[in-house]
């Protein structure tokens, strides 16, 4: 059932029956040519597999080691893990230039976190309805589309800011911008696509412009003056029953409407 020959060229072990154990009571290793090993299994330990005598793979505790670069590119498989599997790599150099992960197409790099932890995608970053995009430690900051709103939301009571610095800041909108509580309970400002500017206090409408100017609605208190250009009306009543206005000649006090003056 086990041959051991040799042929003229090469030597054989050659078992016909069952399984060939190969039996170590420490660890077992194949060379090459001699001096270059192939296989190294370590008794209670890693098994090692090289490449021209450098080390390339190693099994530990938690899975396993690669040693350089995990080409599937030849496979029509993907990579798999078992549920709380996880990839790691590591590298010395720690800056933005030291690739740990990259994912490549073609040779042309598609993602990338580098060894300063920051993330690089050259088509996006693409996620599903509801899916977050989460930042801080306590997923402080997130970012999602639930299915029919888009979402920007800050979840801890800290300030959120929108920074420019030297450039403009714009919020556009096709129908309308709106600013206001949590939950739109109390709205502070209100503007219309082709429409009027609005300004709330407590959720009361008090300011507001119009095609031919502004609408108030309550009392102004002035700390300056009111300037208006010549000819430039002060109506007061509903009706605008009473002016108050200066032709650039002449000023004038004119009750145009009922009762008297």
Same mark, same amino acid.
Do not use: C
């Given at each position: 059932?086990?041959?051991?020959?040799? +042929?003229?060229?090469?030597?054989? &072990?050659?078992?016909?029956?069952?399984?060939?154990?190969?039996?170590?009571?420490?660890?077992?290793?194949?060379?090459?040519?001699?001096?270059?090993?192939? &296989?190294?299994?370590?008794?209670?330990?890693?098994?090692?597999?090289?490449?021209?005598?450098?080390?390339?793979?190693?099994?530990?505790?938690?899975?396993? &080691?690669?040693?350089?670069?995990?080409?599937?590119?030849?496979?029509?498989?993907?990579?798999?893990?078992?549920?709380?599997?996880?990839?790691?790599?590591?590298?010395?150099?720690?800056?933005?230039?030291?690739?740990?992960?990259?994912?490549?197409?073609?040779?042309?790099?598609?993602? &990338?976190?580098?060894?300063?932890?920051?993330?690089?995608?050259?088509?996006?970053?693409?996620?599903?309805?509801?899916?977050?995009?989460?930042?801080?430690?306590?997923?402080?900051?997130?970012?999602?589309?639930?299915?029919?709103?888009?979402?920007?939301?800050?979840?801890?009571?800290?300030?959120?800011?929108?920074?420019?610095?030297?450039?403009?800041?714009?919020?556009?909108?096709?129908?309308?911008?709106?600013?206001?509580?949590?939950?739109?309970?109390?709205?502070?400002?209100?503007?219309?696509?082709?429409?009027?500017?609005?300004?709330?206090? +407590?959720?009361?409408?008090?300011?507001?412009?119009?095609?031919?100017?502004?609408?108030?609605?309550?009392?102004?208190?002035?700390?300056?003056?009111? +300037?208006?250009?010549?000819?430039?009306?002060?109506?007061?009543?509903?009706?605008?029953?009473?002016?108050?206005?200066?032709?650039?000649?002449?000023?004038?006090?004119?009750?145009?409407?009922?009762?008297?003056?």
């Amino acid at each position: 059932d086990l041959l051991l020959y040799h +042929d003229g060229s090469n030597s054989y &072990i050659d078992n016909n029956t069952g399984t060939l154990n190969l039996l170590a009571a420490g660890d077992v290793s194949m060379w090459a040519n001699n001096n270059e090993q192939t &296989i190294k299994g370590i008794a209670n330990g890693a098994v090692e597999l090289y490449y021209d005598s450098n080390k390339k793979f190693e099994t530990n505790a938690q899975g396993i &080691i690669v040693g350089g670069d995990v080409d599937n590119s030849t496979s029509t498989q993907g990579v798999a893990l078992q549920t709380g599997g996880k990839i790691r790599s590591r590298v010395a150099d720690t800056s933005a230039t030291a690739f740990v992960v990259s994912i490549e197409d073609s040779g042309a790099s598609k993602a &990338i976190i580098n060894g300063a932890g920051n993330g690089y995608f050259a088509g996006g970053l693409d996620v599903p309805d509801s899916a977050k995009i989460q930042a801080g430690d306590g997923d402080d900051l997130q970012i999602w589309h639930d299915g029919t709103n888009n979402i920007i939301k800050a979840v801890n009571s800290h300030a959120t800011y929108i920074d420019g610095q030297a450039a403009w800041i714009y919020l556009q909108s096709n129908a309308g911008i709106q600013l206001g509580d949590v939950g739109s309970n109390e709205v502070f400002i209100r503007a219309y696509d082709n429409g009027a500017a609005q300004l709330f206090y +407590d959720g009361v409408q008090r300011f507001e412009t119009t095609s031919s100017g502004i609408s108030i609605a309550g009392t102004i208190e002035a700390s300056g003056n009111l +300037d208006l250009p010549d000819w430039g009306q002060l109506k007061l009543g509903t009706s605008d029953d009473l002016l108050i206005y200066h032709s650039g000649s002449h000023s004038y006090i004119k009750d145009s409407g009922t009762g008297g003056l």
